[in-house]
């Protein structure tokens, strides 16, 4: 299991940034514009069909935190927040051939040796009228299909152990670790690709309550609870 998916009531760990601002380097803003262009001009999106884009690669939040968790750990929490999308966007760019590592290294050396230089303009107008559509409507995981919950609200259920991956969609503390239904969601629910360790299938989704004390012992308050949205490839009966 990656450390980084396995972070919640573990001690010793250096205390967390509070840092209030949601953009700390103007750079932030434009990696972050990069991602939702991405998003907006990803192939599964039929709207994109007809937008003259170069862009013809499928791209999700979750390629995105695949992109950032499958660092090596000590990279992961090495980097800023935004540093892991640079290093995962720029990593997809050179995967997928739209830029060569020599060309990202000497636009990279270019822009050190001149940081006031300017940048790339855009100026496509059907390609900025289908990311502010899709910055409106969203691409929603839920899908229309017949599949039945296998639990119901009040059931005891274990969380599984899957093989480490990626990109995980479990939190790492609930591995092993038993609660009981709160909640059914209504309709089925896909993840955007199949992450090799259960979902991606469309299913069900639950609430699930857990002792906190179960979880983390006399680390927590007696008699306090957490509630967690998990997807059902996650759970299975009691053993």
């Known amino acids: 299991?990656?450390?980084?998916?396995?972070?919640?009531?573990?001690?010793?760990?250096?205390p967390s940034s509070f840092e209030k601002r949601v953009f700390v380097q103007p750079w932030e803003e434009r990696?972050?514009?990069?991602?939702?262009?991405?998003?907006g001009l990803?192939?599964?999106?039929?709207?994109?069909?007809t937008v003259p884009t170069q862009f013809k690669s499928f791209w999700t939040w979750g390629h995105l935190r695949k992109g950032a968790e499958g660092l090596n750990p000590f990279d992961y929490f090495k980097y800023r927040y935004y540093e892991k999308w640079l290093g995962g966007?720029?990593?997809?760019?050179?995967e997928s051939g739209y830029?060569?590592?020599e060309e990202l290294d000497a636009k990279t050396s270019a822009y050190l040796e001149s940081p006031a230089a300017p940048l790339p303009k855009g100026g496509e107008p059907a390609?900025?009228?289908?990311?502010?559509?899709?910055?409106?409507?969203?691409?929603?995981?839920k899908?229309?299909?017949?599949?039945?919950?296998?639990?119901?609200?009040?059931?005891?259920?274990?969380?599984k152990n899957p093989p480490p991956v990626e990109h995980c969609k479990l939190p790492g503390y609930l591995r092993t670790k038993q609660g009981v239904v709160d909640e059914v969601y209504e309709g089925v629910y896909n993840y955007y690709f199949p992450t090799g360790d259960g979902v991606g299938d469309p299913m069900p989704i639950y609430n699930v309550k857990f002792d906190s004390h179960d979880i983390w012992s006399n680390l927590t308050e007696?008699?306090?609870?957490?509630?967690?949205?998990?997807?059902?490839g996650y759970l299975e009966d009691p053993a």
Do not use: C, N
């Open 31 to 39: 990696i972050f514009g990069i991602h939702v262009a991405m998003m």
């Open 127 to 141: 390609i900025d009228e289908q990311v502010m559509e899709y910055l409106r409507v969203g691409d929603s995981p």
């Open 222 to 232: 007696p008699r306090t609870w957490i509630y967690v949205q998990i997807f059902e």
């Open 42 to 49: 990803s192939k599964h999106l039929e709207a994109v069909k």
């Open 89 to 94: 966007i720029s990593g997809f760019f050179v």
């Open 99 to 101: 830029v060569s590592p």
């Open 143 to 159: 899908v229309e299909v017949a599949v039945q919950p296998k639990f119901k609200v009040g059931d005891v259920v274990t969380v």
């Open 1 to 14: 299991m990656k450390l980084q998916h396995y972070i919640g009531g573990l001690e010793g760990l250096e």
